[in-house]
């Protein structure tokens, strides 16, 4: 099956750092690649969606300066946290859908917890 | 927004038990699919429904759908302990090619 690579798996790291996530395709191309964040026992939520060669579409209420979103190829998306801080720690999971008969399926990466100090 | 709302928010059972996680939702849709999340990992998709099928079957897991009631449910039969975990139901709208997750339910499962 199709697998996503997400790393890394956790970080903590100091107020005003930047950090970033990276999100991998291992095994087929990804043309649009999802990022999600996620409080404990509560659902996902929509952070933004990018399409490989063009600028990401961020959902309203997050900010665009604040998770930059780089989907320069097929197989890789990154999102990076910019000068973080103790409210944007959070679970951050990456998806992605391929082509094809998979288009319709989301294909997770493992996840990143993040925490500012 | 959410717009999947799930049912039980928490269900415990005892292995060898049938589960059964509900889902409903607001807007047309294309298909609505089942997602299982482990504690502190990616989610994995289940099963997917198309919105002009009723009921859908995949092992241990039957899926139903109902578009009149705009609801859906998951059942889990003969359960186990490795089912520990939590369900989200996810809709495509007719409009859009994005997911919608509702608010999960967690299943325990208890040997």
């Known amino acids: 099956g199709a697998v996503v690579s997400q790393h890394p798996s956790w970080v903590i790291c100091k107020s005003g750092t930047s950090v970033k996530i990276e999100c991998r395709s291992l095994d087929f191309q990804a043309t649009t690649m999802f990022w999600y964040r996620q409080f404990p026992k509560q659902s996902l939520m929509l952070m933004a969606t990018?399409?490989?060669?063009?600028?990401?579409?961020?959902e309203q209420g997050v900010e665009k300066d604040k998770f930059l979103i780089n989907h320069a190829s097929l197989t890789l998306s990154t999102l990076t946290v910019t000068s973080a801080h103790p409210e944007d720690s959070s679970f951050y999971i990456c998806?992605?859908?391929?082509?094809?008969?998979?288009?319709?399926?989301?294909?997770f990466g493992s996840g990143t917890q993040l925490s500012v100090l | 927004s959410q717009q999947g709302e799930e049912d039980p928010q928490a269900l415990s059972i005892q292995e060898g038990e049938n589960a059964t996680m509900n889902c409903s939702y607001k807007?047309?849709?294309?298909?609505l699919q089942w997602y299982r999340q482990n504690s502190g990992r990616g989610l994995v998709h289940l099963i997917l429904i198309r919105s002009n099928e009723r009921e859908k079957h995949s092992g241990r897991l039957r899926v139903t759908l109902d578009t009149s009631k705009k609801s859906s449910s998951l059942l889990i039969t003969a359960s186990r302990a490795a089912d520990t975990a939590s369900y989200f139901c996810a809709t495509r709208e007719t409009s859009g090619s994005r997911l919608t997750f509702g608010e999960g339910t967690q299943l325990t499962v208890n040997p």
């Open positions: 998806s992605a859908t391929g082509q094809g008969s998979t288009w319709e399926k989301l294909f």
């Open positions: 990018s399409n490989e060669g063009s600028k990401a579409t961020y």
């Open positions: 807007t047309s849709i294309n298909n």
